[in-house]
Nanobody, 122 residues
């Protein structure tokens, strides 16, 4: 299973971006999907996750009420709608999949995308 992320770019503070991540094939079992990010010179951090059914979501406190994670199971795709972007949101964003339960620990995810750069700057 391979993940392909897209949608990153350069945006001004207050702007929006919508990231997408497509799975190349359905994994053997239904999986939680998530987004992580790695800011410059910092460690990777959890951003958001969505349950296998799509009915539960979880966010890091710094993005709540600004970011929305969603998924389209038929298209094997997870999205991250990012609004009211701030310079501190600048990072490489990675999608992940494979956990059977909601978790913020990257070690619990089996599949990872290649990352897409998001830069928030005026």
């Amino acid at each position: 299973v391979q993940l392909q992320a897209s949608g990153g770019g350069l945006v001004e503070p207050g702007g929006s971006l919508n990231l997408s991540c497509v799975m190349s094939e359905r994994p053997p079992h239904s999986v939680v999907m998530a987004w992580f990010r790695q800011p410059p010179a910092k460690e990777r951090e959890f951003v958001a996750a969505i349950s296998r059914s799509g009915t539960r979501t979880d966010y890091v406190a710094s993005v709540k009420n600004r970011f929305t994670i969603s998924r389209d199971k038929a298209k094997r795709t997870v999205y991250l709608q990012m609004n009211s972007l701030k310079p501190e949101d600048t990072a490489v964003y990675y999608c992940a999949a494979g956990s059977e339960f909601m978790t913020t620990d990257g070690a619990d995810y089996e599949y990872w995308g290649q990352g897409t750069q998001v830069t928030v700057s005026s």
